[in-house]
């Protein structure tokens, strides 16, 4: 097993408005980009964010290699349960999933 | 055609001083960077006050200005002082003075206020012309009453009524980060696509470069497309460097809404122009009826004060999450026994920095860390109330055993006293556009020779 983050050039994450956080693999590669588009499940993506599968945005860009995940942030940036006032951090929940590539 | 320069992503971040002096030499039709922006959360709009110091914006904005006078053409600055409310536009219109003072220099100056009065809102909400945009919170009178700023995001016709004027330098209350590059080519008849296309790839300076730090980018717009390039020694657009750009802080990398109407980039080609520079076609603005503008508000959440002790002790480390389960307990009881205030009057939380204080219940990593940094969060509606609360956990964070039959530990604290006192929290309560007849019906221009 290993992780998404040692295939992959970058995940990133950040808030897209106080209201929405988006995620951005750079896959780097069309294999890997192929590769990605094949394991990455959007509802298991969804499961791992503790966030309802209908409110994930997914957008697969070929001509980037890049897969987007976009959905409204688990609490409002800056509210009193708010942990990551960008939303910079949840990129490491996909950069550590456990993966399999043979 | 229209040459746009844009030093930076935001005033405050800094720019090459050298590709700035390049771009002035390229002659621009005008010279246009953001101020601002919602990320750094809601206490700036909140308090109406700039996150970046007085000092470093003055020295920035004064190379700026220098710029202007140099290359002769309008300077302007969106979502001035960080959150773009009529305070922080004030602010800056006082540092520009002083610079121009400083240089014995004069300057036709265009304030554009886009704050909102609260009766507005409330009574676009009872009009129905307010539409909740996904994800937005339940508002009604009460909420927006409460709101110590709100601010309508201006777009292109704000900022071109701004122009109209001949100024030297607008300081803009709270824009779309776009709408100070695409006003002037649209004003001048550049492609509507391309101008809103080019203003979100250099909307974060040379973000959408191979040298993300230097800042200055220069945007030429004209009737079919635009040309971007970075002026920094080194420095390298490439069809993907840009085209990742429409990725960034977009829920929807293709799509974009604006006031007026929306961007759509699906059709949008990339090619590499020159070996620097990277030519963009192929993209297409829709007009959207009637006119809206989006606007944000943020309130008071309360006051907090915050205590923060660590653990080192292994074993207290290993059973930390118990031991913070054990004193929000012990501390709940003593704020029913001691204090009048009921359940629901006060928020407490022990955040436990190296366990998981960053991504809470996502948290997938359990390893056990050297040291965990309690952080007593406490919430209440007064800073004495908060302030009593924290005082009234402080000797748990000193001595609370994990076993009553144990000899008593002390942990350690960094700081005497350990309570700090935040003030006042705030929260944006707004994610809602407002339809208006006259793209200026909602935003005010104060025209002043400086």
């Known amino acids: 097993m290993s992780n998404l983050g040692d295939h992959v050039t970058k995940i990133r994450s950040k808030n897209a408005g106080p209201f929405w956080v988006t995620i951005d693999i750079f896959c780097g590669s069309t294999e890997t980009y192929a590769w990605c588009c094949g394991i990455l499940d959007t509802n298991a993506v969804a499961a791992l964010y503790q966030t309802p599968a209908k409110d994930v945005l997914r957008f697969d860009i070929a001509a980037l290699n890049v897969i987007k995940f976009s959905f409204p942030r688990p609490t409002i940036q800056g509210a009193l349960q708010d942990r990551d006032m960008h939303g910079a951090a949840w990129a490491t929940l996909l950069e550590t999933l456990e993966v399999e590539r043979s | 055609m229209t040459r746009v320069l844009v030093p930076a992503g935001a005033l405050g971040l800094g720019f090459d001083q050298d590709a700035l002096d390049r771009g002035v030499a390229m002659k621009p039709d005008i010279i246009a960077i953001d101020g601002g922006s919602t990320d750094s959360g809601p206490a700036y709009l909140g308090r109406g006050v700039s996150k970046y110091s007085t000092a470093s914006t003055k020295a920035e904005w004064a190379k700026l200005i220098d710029a202007q006078q140099k290359a002769q053409c309008p300077l302007v600055i969106g979502t001035a002082g960080t959150c773009g409310a009529n305070s922080t536009v004030d602010w800056l219109f006082e540092i520009t003075c002083e610079i121009l003072a400083e240089r014995n220099a004069t300057a036709k100056i265009v304030r554009l206020y886009s704050q909102q009065p609260a009766d507005r809102i409330i009574t676009a909400l009872d009009n129905g012309t307010l539409t909740p945009l996904a994800g937005a919170p339940h508002i009604d009178a009460t909420v927006i009453g409460a709101c110590s700023n709100i601010v309508a995001l201006a777009g292109a016709e704000q900022i071109q009524a701004a122009l109209a004027v001949h100024p030297d330098i607008i300081i803009a209350g709270r824009t779309t980060d776009t709408a100070i590059i695409s006003a002037l080519p ?11 296309h080019g203003a979100k790839i250099a909307e974060c300076g040379a973000l959408c470069s191979t040298h993300p730090m230097s800042g200055v980018v220069m945007v030429d717009f004209d009737a079919t497309g635009f040309t971007i390039e970075p002026l920094s020694a080194g420095a390298i657009c ?3 460097t840009v085209s990742a750009h429409m990725l960034y802080e977009n829920t929807d990398p293709f799509c974009l809404y604006e006031p007026g109407g929306y961007l759509d980039v699906t059709g949008a080609q990339y090619i590499q122009h ?3 520079a990277v030519r963009v076609e192929g993209s297409v603005w829709t007009r959207t009826d009637p006119y809206t503008v989006k606007l944000e508000g943020a309130r008071c959440a309360g006051f907090q004060t915050v205590s923060i002790a660590t653990l080192r002790d292994r074993r207290y480390v290993e059973n930390s999450t118990a031991w913070c389960a054990d004193i929000i307990s012990r501390l709940r009881h003593d704020i029913a ?10 928020h407490i939380e022990l955040r436990q920095i190296g366990r998981d204080s960053t991504l809470g219940a996502l948290e997938t990593d359990h390893t056990t860390p050297a040291e965990v940094g309690i952080m007593g969060i406490i919430t209440t509606q007064t800073q004495a109330q908060s302030t009593e609360i924290a005082k009234m956990l402080n000797p748990y964070l000193l001595h609370h055993p994990l076993t009553p039959d ?13 309570e700090m006192e935040r003030g006042p929290i705030y929260e944006f309560c707004l994610n809602h556009i407002m339809a208006i007849q006259d793209p200026m019906s909602c935003f005010e221009m104060v025209v002043t020779h400086v």
């Open chain 2, 186 to 196: 649209l004003l001048n008849g550049d492609n509507a696509g391309a101008a809103w």
């Open chain 2, 238 to 240: 490439t069809p993907e």
């Open chain 2, 274 to 276: 020159t070996d620097t």
């Open chain 2, 337 to 346: 026994q001691r204090t009048k205030l009921n359940d629901g009057e006060y």
């Open chain 2, 406 to 418: 144990e000899p008593m530990p002390t942990f350690a604290f960094p700081f005497s006293p350990p």
